[in-house]
């Protein structure tokens, strides 16, 4: 460990580079391998998605049914994100976009709550069947999430 430390010093102390930065001075092959590995994976995307679909819940109990379309539009887009960035769930996702979305929309559409809010477990439910079906049953969604993060909704934090 000491004598890895002195020789990184020493590389700084003599002006050497100590690893060569691959953006500007990598070949080309090079440079899309790692940003090939820089895609965000899954988890990545879903981080966003779990914010939107609080957002869309919360956006519809305050009727605030533009926003809470927006919010389905955005959801969509992610989930063919999730498809690009990683192909192996391409399947499934195509699965939630054709059963979970389409229901979520129409609810919204009515731009009442009553409709909504069936429409709302039913897309919660194809969440979680992706879930399952990616190995991931343990991540579950709240049917009523407590509070959504948007700025533009003004909720008190948990
Ligand atoms: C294509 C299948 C699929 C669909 C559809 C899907 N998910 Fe996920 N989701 C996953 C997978 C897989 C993970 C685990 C990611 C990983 O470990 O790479 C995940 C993780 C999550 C997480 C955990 C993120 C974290 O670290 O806190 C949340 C929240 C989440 N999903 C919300 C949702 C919501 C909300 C929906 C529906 C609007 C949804 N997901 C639809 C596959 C899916």
């Not at 500007?24 to 990545?44: D, F, I, M, Y």
């Not at 399947?91 to 229901?103: C, H, K, N, R, S």
Request: hydrophobic share 45%; charged share 25%.
């Amino acid at each position: 460990m000491k004598v890895l430390k002195i020789v990184v010093m020493s590389a700084v102390f003599l002006g050497l580079p100590v690893q060569a930065d691959w953006r500007n001075e990598g070949s080309p092959e090079e440079q899309l391998a790692n940003l090939v590995k820089l895609v965000p994976g899954t988890s990545h995307w879903m981080f966003e998605i779990g914010e939107r679909y609080k957002n869309l819940y919360w956006a519809a109990k305050l009727d605030r049914w533009e926003f809470a379309q927006y919010q389905v539009e955005e959801i969509e887009k992610l989930i063919t994100v999730v498809q690009l960035a990683r192909p192996k769930r391409a399947e499934t996702a195509e699965e939630f976009i054709d059963t979970g979305l389409p229901v979520i929309a129409e609810g919204v559409a009515s731009k009442n709550w009553d409709a909504f809010k069936p429409a709302f477990e039913k897309l919660r439910q194809a969440c979680i069947t992706c879930h399952g079906k990616n190995d991931h049953a343990f991540i579950s969604l709240p049917a009523e999430p407590a509070t959504a993060g948007s700025p533009s909704l003004n909720l008190p934090r948990r």
